[in-house]
């Protein structure tokens, strides 16, 4: 079982960044990939960001690239979601998610983290 912890999250204004981290429980999590997704009221669950199990390959939302960066420190069991350039629309709650054999961003993880809220000010 793989317990998923994050963090950083909380209220920033628009242009500001947060660091979101990742920590998992598991002594093998450098085996697993590990996704970032968010949800906002009343929309559905969707992709933000994913890294593979190495950190060789990432995949991003069109609505963050180039304002998102996701990294692991496979030492730590931590994954990081840098997030600058903030915005109203990526208010949300931001969940991580892992799973050793996942495309990486489709929603099919076995691993969820209980999310932790980003709000955006204008």
């Known amino acids: 079982q793989v317990q998923l912890v994050e963090s950083g999250g909380g209220l920033v204004q628009a242009g500001g960044s947060l660091r979101l981290s990742c920590a998992a429980s598991?002594?093998?999590?450098?085996?697993?990939?590990v996704g970032w997704f968010r949800q906002a009221p009343g929309k559905e669950r969707e992709f933000v960001a994913a890294i593979s199990w190495s950190g060789a390959r990432t995949s991003y939302a069109d609505s963050v690239k180039g304002r998102f960066t996701i990294s692991r420190d496979n030492a730590k069991n931590t994954v990081y979601l840098q997030m600058n350039s903030l915005k109203p629309e990526d208010t949300a709650v931001y969940y991580c998610?892992?799973?050793?054999?996942?495309?990486?961003?489709?929603?099919?993880?076995?691993?969820w983290g209980q999310g932790t809220q980003v709000t955006v000010s204008s």
């Open positions: 598991v002594r093998t999590f450098s085996s697993y990939a």
């Open positions: 998610a892992a799973d050793r054999n996942v495309a990486l961003t489709s929603l099919n993880y076995d691993y």
